[in-house]
């Protein structure tokens, strides 16, 4: 996992639905939904289960299998370590492997297996141990010869590979992160797994998403072509899935397959410690806010399009509680279950078989900027760039035309402020806009003035691809230090608030260039927070719910009645009154089974 600090970009929430509880629900909306194909359920949400690395006994490994088997998954990510399988050049142990591979395969669990990291005989580095794990980047053709003999020994069972861990991150890739290095590794290693299994699926080292320059540079350095399916690790923690805009991880990685090619995106990492860990040394998650999020992390990503999603982890590290089992007596101890089990245990057994239909987008959505006129927006401090009217227009007559030349390595920007400033009328818990990017990495921000004086910056996300789609970011949490940028307040927007200035950031200081993208109908929005996916299977509708602040909801049904699941799997009766099924929503998704 990567333990580097969370960037709260935003691209689509995935689903929005902002109802006030004394007004019934009618009918469906979806505006600027993300299309969803393929299954749902298990074959969809899979977990890193590390039974090869980190259980210690070959010979009871299923104990854990079982367990693994109990969630309902049928996809996990496992380590094959080379310090484990090669701990010398001539030394080859498949103990812990073939244990973990018979365990989990005999139950019909697919694998997705990790290559990585190195072993201390096969890099230049002379501080590690030769027959231990080591970060520092390896001789390739040693490395290529290691990965093409454990897919040929397993390559009647496993046909998915990702080409080691967080390449991008220093403490996976010493002595520095190398995108030119790791392409070369990655060239030579698909090869030498394309010849052991020509049907193999190659997928790349999961990398942070809301920074792409490292991916980038791996296209550039011509490795787009090596790899299948784009791996991505998009930890927000300690914010929650919707504060931390967790669908933002898809937004930059697109535009940067827009120019390359497009390819799947699988999250093979993503979660939330239960207490203190690499990530929050405070601790500000617990138990039943792990289980949340999980919930609703896996259903965002999936919502937006995500092909597989892989929880971290199944059990805790000793000083790092991600896992859905405690750390207990020790890395054989499985007896202490978390809320986070039995959350990822209904989600797969709630949508097994369902297929997705829409998301309710029943929101108040009221904009406050059409750039029809312009006389009111003045470029401030740096003078690199334009704002313009431009006939290129999501609706109305015009848009407008941000033009930017971002001309040395530093920190370049442009900001735009607006005369007078935009009041946010009604408390709006997002502000948001329309954006047709260029595909470029550069993040749009906004920022806003509240009631103290405060100056709050919020980042809605990088550009993203040609095409109209639409950015919006909350603004009712607390923001980061670096966010701050007129000091004076809490942190916090205190109404009444004014949106002051538009803000294009070069996000890769490097980044020397120009381009175009184009903005619409800045908007806020407005409402109770409420999240709703519609499903359905056979006749039934399956709608899940929740709200982080809590809010009563009225729902539409033909049915007299209807059978509510919660996070954990008990099951209620819940009767219609009216057409009308109500209920009290809160963080915890969840599930509603009614007639269609």
């Not at 591979?101 to 990291?117: H, K």
């Not at 750390?327 to 007896?335: E, F, I, K, N």
């Not at 550069?442 to 550009?463: M, S, T, W």
């Amino acid at each position: 996992m990567r333990p580097y600090p969370p960037r709260r970009g935003l691209s689509i929430l995935i689903v929005a639905l902002l109802i006030a509880s004394i007004l019934p629900s009618t009918g469906y909306a979806q505006q600027g939904s993300v299309p969803v194909h393929g299954p749902t359920g298990s074959a969809v949400f899979g977990l890193n289960s590390h039974l090869a690395t980190r259980y210690p006994d070959a010979t009871t490994m299923d104990i854990p299998a079982a367990l693994v088997s109990e969630l309902g998954v049928t996809w996990v990510r496992e380590d094959f370590h080379w310090h484990r399988v090669q701990p010398q050049p001539d030394v080859w142990d498949w103990t812990f492997t073939d244990a973990a591979m018979r365990a989990l395969l005999s139950r019909n669990i697919n694998v997705l297996g990790v290559l990585g990291p190195s072993v201390g005989w096969a890099t230049p580095y002379p501080g590690d141990p030769n027959n231990d794990v080591s970060y520092y980047a390896p001789d390739p053709d040693a490395f290529a010869a290691y990965a093409q003999r454990v897919v040929t020994r397993y390559r009647r069972y496993v046909n998915h590979w990702e080409i080691w861990n967080e390449p991008d991150h220093p403490i996976f890739w010493r002595p520095a992160p190398d995108a030119a290095a790791y392409t070369r590794l990655l060239i030579k290693t698909a090869t030498a797994i394309r010849a052991a299994d020509p049907s193999a699926t190659i997928l790349i080292g999961g990398i942070n998403p809301y920074d792409t320059t490292f991916l980038r540079n791996v296209a550039a350095q011509g490795g787009w072509n090596s790899f299948d399916v784009l791996a991505i690790h998009p930890y927000v923690d300690p914010y929650g899935p919707e504060d931390g805009n967790l669908a933002a991880a898809l937004t930059d990685v697109r535009a940067v397959a827009t120019q390359h090619g497009q390819k799947p995106i699988w999250v093979t990492e993503v979660g939330w410690a239960s207490g203190p860990g690499d990530r929050d040394a405070v601790g500000r998650t617990n138990e039943q806010m792990q289980a949340d999020y999980l919930v609703r992390a896996n259903l965002m990503l999936w919502e937006a399009g995500v092909e597989k999603i892989f929880w971290y982890s199944f059990k805790d590290d000793a000083h790092n509680p991600y896992g859905l089992i405690r750390y207990g007596s020790g890395r054989a101890d499985y007896r202490l279950r978390k809320p986070a089990f039995d959350a990822l245990r209904t989600l797969n057994q709630q949508l097994a078989g369902a297929t997705y239909v829409s998301r309710r987008d029943l929101f108040q959505m009221n904009v406050v900027d059409n750039f029809e006129t312009f006389a009111t927006w003045q470029r401030v401090s740096e003078p690199n760039g334009t704002l313009r009217p431009s006939s290129r227009a999501r609706s109305g007559r015009n848009g407008a035309e941000l033009s930017y030349n971002f001309a040395t390595t530093g920190n370049d920007y442009v900001a735009f402020e607006r005369q007078p400033a935009l009041p946010l009328l009604g408390e709006p818990y997002a502000v948001g806009v329309w954006v047709y990017g260029d595909g470029s990495p550069h993040n749009l921000k906004v920022l806003i003035r509240d009631a103290e004086g405060e100056v709050l910056q919020f980042v809605l996300g990088p550009a993203g691809a040609p095409g109209w789609h639409f950015l919006r970011v909350p603004i009712l949490g607390e923001v980061e230090p670096g966010n701050v940028i007129v000091p004076g307040g809490n942190r916090r927007v205190d109404f009444p608030a004014s949106l002051v200035t538009i803000v294009f950031d070069d996000i890769v200081d490097s980044f020397v260039g120009s381009g175009t993208i184009w903005l619409d109908d800045l908007t806020v929005i407005t409402g109770y927070e409420v999240y709703d996916l519609r499903l359905q299977r056979g006749s039934e509708a399956l709608d899940i719910l929740w709200s982080p602040p809590g809010a009563w909801v009225n729902l539409a049904t033909r049915a007299n009645s209807g059978r509510i699941i919660d996070r954990s799997g008990n099951v209620r009766t819940v009767e219609a009154q009216g057409g009308q099924i109500r209920i009290d929503v809160g963080s915890a998704p969840v599930y509603l089974w009614h007639q269609r």
